[in-house]
């Protein structure tokens, strides 16, 4: 796509996104409907990309996501490989029809297992660092940039929730 393409397609946009408020009728509607010609990625098919491609990067960097798991958890290799492996295959069954709705009740599911290691990483000002090309887990070490990030963090898992289990539904 050229970029006076996209120029376009956004004047379009924020010309029928106006529009639209004007009419009382919402931004969105107005917003897909002037840019015709741009199929939207159906939802699960979203779901299956962010998932699988998490849950591919747990194999390609196991380091990083093992110092992600708390201290408490008896194995941090465990839950690297079990929570990878749980993304990568409901991520994926979240394609075909016959097992999207089951696939996207487990990703929920899943979401919601993995929550405490990111309210361990925000309460205990965990700063995962990179040390001789291999990170590493460190409790107390964030700088305030790392907290913000660590608490941040949080509240983003519940619009990822709700999307899931939206579609879950529909399904």
Known sequence: MASSDLTIMIRRAL???SIARIAGKTGVRAGRAAV???RRVPAPVGISAVFTGA???HFARPDFFEAVVPDWFPSAKFANVA?????VTLGLLTIPRATRRPALWGLAAVTVIV???NVDMAVN???VKLEDGRFVRSVGTADAAGRVVNWARLPMQLPLLVWIVREARRS
Not at 83 to 87: F, K, P, Q, R, T
């Open 15 to 17: 010309t029928a996104a």
């Open 36 to 38: 015709r010609g741009v």
């Open 55 to 57: 849950g591919a990067m």
């Open 83 to 87: 929570s990878g492996a749980a993304e």
């Open 115 to 117: 929550f405490p290691a």
């Open 125 to 127: 000002d965990v700063e």
